[in-house]
């Protein structure tokens, strides 16, 4: 897996998870932090980039990004916030993200981020 969008509305986490293998990646969705984190820790490897919605039910994503921070085989995944909030810059350096886009999102400047981070040519 390349790639891992942390989403809790399906249609824009299926959207993205089509667009993106469209490109070439290897995606894999999950509608909230508690699924993600499952899928993270049964997957063969971790992905080279996280896609994270903030406002998300069971476990949202500041509580997701605190608990991949705690285990050693997750922390150093990279981790772009995608929010529809006003103050996504600063919670993206408190969260420490590497990147952040606003919803709704940019499909061109989401691929140029996402470029970025994970790069086909590692694909």
């Not at 063969?44 to 705690?70: E, K, T």
Request: some cysteine; glycine content about 4%.
């Amino acid at each position: 897996m390349d790639i891992l969008i942390i989403e809790d509305e399906g249609l824009i986490r299926n959207l993205l998870v089509e667009v993106l293998e469209e490109e070439g990646y290897h995606v894999a969705g999950a509608a909230n932090g508690e699924v993600a984190l499952k899928t993270l820790r049964t997957a063969n490897s971790p992905p080279r980039l996280i896609l994270l919605d903030l406002n998300m039910p069971v476990m949202n994503g500041w509580q997701f990004r605190s608990a991949q921070q705690h285990e050693a085989t997750l922390a150093a995944i990279p981790v772009i916030i995608l929010s529809a909030g006003r103050n996504i810059a600063q919670e993206t350096k408190t969260l420490a993200a590497v990147d952040y886009l606003t919803k709704p999102l940019d499909l061109t400047v989401l691929l140029d981020r996402i470029k970025i981070y994970c790069p086909l040519s590692e694909a």
